[in-house]
């Protein structure tokens, strides 16, 4: 977490574990945070640095009326925060960061400066990956319709991991990919320059019209709904719900809705995008699998999907690409002959 993006807050709450749980939800986007009762407030004072104040109070009173005078913003009242494993988790965290950001006006899981700053030191570093073998097995039909499709979600850290994932996969391979990265809606075009860097698959940002192919990752829009329909992309003139841009929870619900054999990777980032999706599909076979917390930038976002259960396998960018081939492989050997 860069200097520049990482801001302090300040949580009022009564009640411990409300405390508690605030404070855990709001470091998932990478705030620091001051977690206080009334009374440790009281003996601290009032005089504190930070961007804002999360006041959670069951009575009114002087401490509540001093807070409201001060020069920070304030924001009053939460639903009880349900425990990490609740079904009902990733949607209250969302809401939270709903309100954070609608009161700082500005969006933690990116930054304009920190973007730039990221997408200039990938462009510039060397191949990291070593790029795998194709297996004898499976047939190079670059150009087709996509005969395996998945979602690769991310956030902060999230193109260093991306990129790293796809220099590893092999020329050849019978698979394309539809990515959903936090970012500002004019960094996209940087994002598949710098991608496409060392890498055998073609970076496209997605367009009207467009199918799938094999050794293709369509770039979904920040700033504007991606659905498919009759196996095509079409852009919606909405935003994506909710507060992230793009929606990677919303791009699962329409990709799967489109393809109901997709499968779903989710890389570095801060927040819980992808979570929410992978709850409401988790009986619905969709296959998940995740960056290892070790190997992030930042673990929030696919801690939050392995804390729903949903995600089978964990690993490195590299051990992905790799599970990736093999499951590929096994599904090439499962496919009846005509």
């Known amino acids: ?28 986007f990478g705030c620091d945070v001051i977690s206080l009762s009334p009374q440790s407030l009281e003996l601290k004072g009032l005089d504190q640095d930070v961007a804002a104040w999360l006041l959670d109070l069951r009575q009114e009173g002087d401490l509540l009326e001093q807070l409201l ?15 990490k494993q609740d079904v009902t988790y990733p949607k209250w965290e969302k809401r939270l960061y709903g309100k954070i950001k609608q009161l700082l006006g500005r969006d933690l899981t990116h930054s304009h400066q ?29 150009g087709d319709p996509a005969q395996h499709i998945w979602v690769l979600g991310s956030s902060l850290g999230g193109p260093e991991a991306i990129k790293e994932f796809l ?24 994002l598949a320059q710098v991608l496409a860097r060392h890498s055998s698959f073609k970076l496209l940002e997605a367009q009207d019209g467009m199918e799938i ?53 989710l890389f570095s980032g801060m927040g819980n995008d992808g979570a929410e999706a992978l709850t409401c599909l988790k009986d619905k076979g969709v296959l998940a699998w995740a960056q290892s917390a070790e190997t992030c930038a930042s673990a929030a976002m696919p801690d939050a999907s392995r804390e729903t259960g949903a995600i089978s396998y964990n690993g490195s960018p590299q051990a992905l690409a790799e599970k990736l081939v093999t499951y590929i492989q096994a599904q090439q050997v499962l496919k009846p002959t005509v």
């Open 1 to 28: 977490m860069s200097q520049e993006s990482s801001i302090k807050l300040a949580v009022v709450a009564e009640d411990s574990l409300q405390q508690h749980r605030l404070k855990s939800a709001l470091a998932d």
């Open 69 to 83: 005078e001060l020069d920070q913003p304030v924001l009053l009242g939460f639903e009880a925060a349900p425990t």
């Open 114 to 142: 920190g973007t730039q700053a990221s997408l200039q030191a990938i462009e510039n570093q060397e191949k990291r990956s070593l790029e795998l073998t194709l297996p004898e097995d499976v047939h190079a039909q670059s």
């Open 167 to 190: 220099d590893a996969l092999p020329k050849g391979l019978p698979v394309g990919f539809v990515y959903g990265q936090h970012i500002d809606a004019q960094f996209v075009p940087v």
């Open 213 to 265: 192919h094999n050794g293709q990752v369509l770039i979904v829009p920040a700033d504007r709904e991606l659905i498919f329909v009759n196996g095509r992309v079409k852009l919606l003139d909405r935003p994506w719900p909710g507060p992230y841009g793009p929606s990677v929870d919303q791009l699962i619900m329409n990709v799967v809705d489109a393809f109901p054999k997709a499968g779903v990777m």
